[in-house]
């Protein structure tokens, strides 16, 4: 047996679309409630909420480690991986995120923060061979980007109700997830639990050391009136879906995974209206439907690549 058909022999099996969507949507809607926590969360500093988000974040994840036995110090090969995630993909965005929304509102945020699939396609495209995009998979990228503009639209953007500020701080926030998506795909000597883990070490560290350095420890007084809604944003829109989002570049590809920033926008406008009193029309139903549409061609068009 040759060692090409060992490999092959011995690699886990390609992802079915039902694996692909089933994580698409979990991840996508445990993310996509971030941002009415964040909401929920009041007027904390962008420094300290981010803090507490990755504090909380790394917590629950050394608990789950910790539970099955498995140390939670990094080992020297893994501190690069647990700075660059803990920066591009946890203190940055998350500091990012809750300025923005002290400028903007939850539903044009998260449709900004939605455009990070554009950045990861195109990378992809150019670095890894088999994420060339087919004409499918450009027009599920296109269909998807038509559904966002739906989405936005010019009630959801409004010349005197958005901040340029904040618009300028969500597009930082979607380079910042692009960037870290497709340096995952780089990984190859960290489990994905691992690294999930380092990254809410690093961007709880991080964020807590800016936060008194910028703020000073007078800013986290308010942090236990907003308990609540933090656990929730540490434990639940972040720990758990990070950690399932790292198997899922793993095993479907950094563009394929990306798709969940298309779908995060539903949910958000979803518990928006049901939480935040926000209202949705039919140009939001119509613009969820398109980007659904467009998150199919991308995910389930051309070969599912099999894990490396």
């Known amino acids: 047996m040759s060692s090409q058909t060992a490999e092959a022999a011995s690699s886990p099996p390609a992802p079915s679309p039902a694996f692909i969507l089933s994580n698409l949507l979990v991840c ?4 996509g409630s971030a941002l009415l926590f964040v909401k929920l969360s009041g007027n904390l500093n962008p420094f300290v909420l981010a803090a507490m988000r990755g504090l909380i974040g790394a917590a629950s994840l050394a608990a789950w480690f910790l539970a099955q036995g498995k140390t939670i110090l990094p080992q020297r090969h893994e501190l690069r991986v647990w700075a660059f995630l803990g920066t591009f993909n946890g203190w940055l965005p998350n500091v990012l995120v809750a300025y923005a929304l002290t400028q903007i509102d939850t539903a044009p945020a998260a449709m900004i923060q939605a455009s990070s699939p554009l950045i990861v396609t195109i ?21 998807g980007f038509v559904g966002m503009g739906i989405l936005i639209g010019p009630a959801a953007l409004p010349d005197s109700g958005i901040s340029p500020l904040g618009i300028a701080a969500m597009v930082l926030v979607a380079c910042s997830y692009g960037a870290a998506n497709v340096y995952v795909r780089t990984v190859r000597n960290v489990d994905p639990a691992r690294m999930a883990l380092g990254q809410q070490i690093g961007s709880g560290t991080a964020a807590t050391l800016l936060a008194l350095l910028i703020a000073g420890p007078v800013a986290f007084a308010p942090v236990p009136s907003h308990l609540a809604p933090l656990l929730a944003l540490g434990v639940m829109s972040t720990a758990l879906p990070i950690l399932l989002f790292m198997y899922l570049i793993r095993r479907t590809g950094p563009t394929r995974a990306s798709m969940v920033s298309y779908l995060g926008p539903v949910w958000t406008i979803l518990l928006a209206v049901l939480f935040l009193n926000e ?24 070969r599912l690549r099999r894990a490396a």
């Open 123 to 143: 990378v992809s495209h150019l670095l890894f061979a088999e994420e060339r995009l087919s004409p499918q998979r450009l027009l599920g990228v296109l269909v």
């Open 28 to 31: 996508s809607f445990l993310w």
């Open 279 to 302: 209202s949705v029309g039919l140009r939001e139903l119509f613009g969820g439907a398109v980007v659904l549409s467009g998150v199919a061609l991308v995910s389930f068009t051309g």
